[in-house]
């Protein structure tokens, strides 16, 4: 009996350091990253933490991104289940589960109806709106059931950007927004179905992080209205890059602003974006799965060096990729 309560404790043990991780002493943020295989910015973001250096022994660290969650009680019929998370952070994507028998539901939040498939919906709260209380409504059969999400604030930080002159023009608005549209509808045109059944990969192999999700940015000296939409990796012009999760491939041409682009449609009103490559390898219409080229790592667009910007959306809005490594909303 001694030695199966042993095996036991171990193997909670085990399952428990997979989801955090107990600060020690002499541990940096850096060294905690590499034995999880995730990065710095992970764990900052995730236990929004400003100044990486500073680490108490005994902290405990979050090592994925998923949401704590909750069953709604007290429902009325026709509803039988409602699970919401207890709160999320600005920017982030969050899942919503909700059975009604065979009754069709619908879910609106942030002044958008959606229908539910298979009795789940995937959302996300944008990064520019305020922390609070926010409604979601759910409706079957006529009845509607209030619910409210709890949104917290994240600091995420501040970007200057330079541009040299030939580059400027591109900052031009009717520019910004028609490109921005065009993404939107590729976005909105994709399958109904969820296409991946696990967390998703990286899209690059080296993990070499120069702009991270949500940073407030400024462009010559203008003032701080907009906010980096994804994640940057400063890699070498010609590295490849990979499909993170199946989809079919929605755009793959040349843009002004994003340079070579490439976006895949993932389901369920998901798109990743894939900007300022140097080459593309995929058509529209084709179907790709985790880890097939895509394209390669360039500095065309809207760029300043060689990159790659990676973002994901959900039902247009722009979420923070770092918790889709760990697991999917």
Request: net charge positive.
């Given at each position: 009996m001694h030695r199966w309560l042993l095996a036991f404790f171990t193997l909670c043990s085990l399952a428990l350091a997979q989801n955090t991780h107990t600060v020690r002493p002499g541990e940096t943020l850096y060294r905690i990253a590499k034995q999880y295989g995730t990065t710095v910015e992970a764990l900052q973001q995730l236990n929004r933490i400003r100044d990486p250096r500073q680490l108490r022994v005994g902290q405990v660290l979050r090592l994925n991104g998923q949401p704590e969650r909750t069953l709604l009680p007290s429902l009325p019929a026709p509803f039988t289940s409602i699970e919401l998370p207890l709160r999320l952070a600005q920017g982030q994507a969050f899942r919503v589960r909700v059975n009604a028998g065979d009754l069709p539901v619908q879910v609106r939040f942030l002044g958008i109806t959606h229908p539910v498939r298979e009795g789940s919906l995937?959302?996300?709260?944008?990064?520019?709106?305020?922390?609070?209380?926010?409604?979601?409504?759910?409706?079957?059969?006529?009845?509607?059931?209030?619910?409210?999400?709890?949104?917290?604030?994240?600091?995420?930080?501040?970007?200057?950007?330079?541009l040299p002159p030939d580059r400027r023009r591109l900052l031009a608005a009717d520019l910004l927004i028609a490109e921005r549209n065009q993404v939107l509808r590729v976005c909105a045109a994709g399958p109904q179905e969820q296409l991946w059944r696990a967390a998703?990969?990286?899209?690059?192999?080296?993990?070499?992080?120069?702009?991270?999700?949500?940073?407030?940015?400024?462009?010559?000296?203008?003032?701080?209205?907009?906010?980096?939409?994804?994640?940057?990796?400063?890699?070498?012009t010609g590295t490849p890059v990979y499909a993170p999760a199946p989809g079919v491939v929605g755009l793959a041409e040349s843009l002004a602003v994003r340079g070579n682009a490439v976006v895949l449609q993932h389901g369920l009103g998901v798109c990743s974006g894939y900007w300022h490559l140097s080459r593309i390898t995929v058509r529209p219409g084709q179907r790709v799965n985790a880890g097939d080229l895509i394209g390669h790592v360039g500095s065309t667009g809207l760029s300043t060096g060689p990159h790659l910007h990676y973002e994901i959306r959900v039902h247009g809005v722009p979420t923070d990729p770092m918790p889709w490594y760990f697991r999917t909303p």
């Open positions: 995937l959302l996300a709260v944008p990064r520019l709106h305020p922390p609070g209380a926010y409604r979601i409504d759910f409706q079957a059969n006529g009845v509607v059931h209030t619910a409210s999400l709890r949104v917290v604030a994240v600091e995420r930080g501040r970007q200057s950007l330079v998703w990969r990286r899209p690059v192999e080296r993990e070499r992080i120069t702009a991270i999700f949500g940073v407030l940015r400024s462009f010559n000296g203008g003032p701080f209205r907009s906010y980096h939409e994804g994640l940057d990796y400063g890699l070498p």
